[in-house]
């Protein structure tokens, strides 16, 4: 296979994978109310509050296991591209929970790089949406501060796993 192509590859399995997760936690809380004139039985409503409820902690888990596969198989770009379509949201998140008020110099500083990220506002209310049907257990800080430890893991388990070419190079 053409290195390029591995390459080009690599980044749309890893983008690709978490962002089809991001997608399906968005559209599983209804937000364009498609579903909502419709008479769905409560088992469809069940299992869209489920997918809702877990797709943070899915997409989470499927970044180990990305850094897992990549570092196995020394795919960089394949671990980085998932790991930036994790970081990102979450960024916004952290973004959205700072800027409330417009006088603050805080948030005019911010702004600018709000304005860049404002396309993956959407992942804001898939946060909302898993929190919200968690039952009240938890808020969405607590979400984003678990999907935060999982990125850390992530990265703990991404540096710390030995490929095959490690190995053999330690022999020698």
Do not use: R
């Amino acid at each position: 296979m053409n290195l390029k192509t591995s390459k080009l590859l690599q980044f749309v399995l890893g983008f690709g994978s978490i962002s089809i997760l991001w997608v399906a936690g968005y559209l599983s809380s209804d937000p364009f109310n498609w579903l909502l004139d419709k008479n769905i039985s409560d088992f469809i409503w069940m299992l869209f509050d489920f997918i809702s409820a877990v797709t943070p902690f899915l997409i989470s888990l499927c970044l180990i296991a990305l850094s897992i596969v990549g570092k196995k198989h020394s795919y960089k770009i394949l671990y980085y591209s998932a790991l930036a379509t994790v970081c990102l949201p979450v960024i916004v998140y952290v973004f959205s929970l700072l800027m409330y008020d417009d006088s603050s110099v805080i948030t005019w500083l911010l702004m600018p790089i709000a304005i860049i990220l404002y396309p993956l506002g959407f992942t804001v209310l898939t946060i909302d949406n898993a929190a919200f049907n968690l039952g009240g257990f938890w808020e969405s800080e607590h979400i984003v501060v678990i999907m935060t430890v999982l990125i850390f893991a992530s990265l703990v388990i991404y540096k710390k796993i030995k490929t095959s070419n490690d190995e053999s190079q330690e022999v020698k």
